[in-house]
């Protein structure tokens, strides 16, 4: 297995194993091989995957089986199959995001024993988690769906979500489509960008303390509701979440 950075190729692996975390490996110039990583290469035998997540070994968030008995979180996924070739993760807004990777000798399925692959929805059948907060990416809560586990957590607060992606590796920014909120708490949907300083216009604050400017397109949740957005002006536009 060889992955890229911007500078020299690094070989990681040739045997099965898996890495909850990519920090401890650096390419040939000395440079973290964490968030680093643009393009792969799999010349093993073996099915790869990478996630743009560092694994916490939570068996309670784990999607995926892995051959080491390691729970893991499909966050970003891609799956490298043997000898095929990832040339530009920028497509799919990936690049410099992996912070743990896995190869199996046999193809890579999820926990209830599907083969999965990079371009795959990883549960066509999945269901909003009791008490967490979910996306979709079509109006009927349907289409690649993305978890915020942290929602049962107070304070929540998601200022950009442009890092994150569904678990077929589709970008989650600016593709939302309907919501389920399972929390006990009312959640704020934004268009805007937020940021820890705040912005310009700037109106109220979330709970957390985080300076937050809300405009007529945004949109509250209400505990336990659900909502399309199809025709709504932030439909395809969600950029920042709140729950209180």
Known sequence: MVVNSDGPDDELVDVPFSARQVDLFTFDSGDLVNDAIVSVVN???????????AQTGDTSKADLVTQTGTPWEAVGLTVVSPGAFVGDLSRSRLDKLFSSVFCDSEPIVDKDNRIIDRKTPLDPDFKCPDNKLCVYETNEFGGEAHVFHESINS???????SQLVFPGGTPVN??????????????FLSARVQSKSGTSGSNTRTPAGTPWNFDATDIAIQAKDLVKLEGRPINNSISAIFCQ
């Not at 304070?155 to 979500?161: A, N, R, S, T």
């Not at 489509?177 to 006990?184: A, D, L, R």
């Open 174 to 187: 600016d593709r939302i489509t309907s919501v389920i909120n399972g929390t006990n708490r009312q959640c």
């Open 155 to 161: 304070p929540f607060e998601i200022l950009d979500v």
């Open 43 to 53: 010349k093993t035998e073996m099915y790869c995957a990478f996630t743009v997540n």
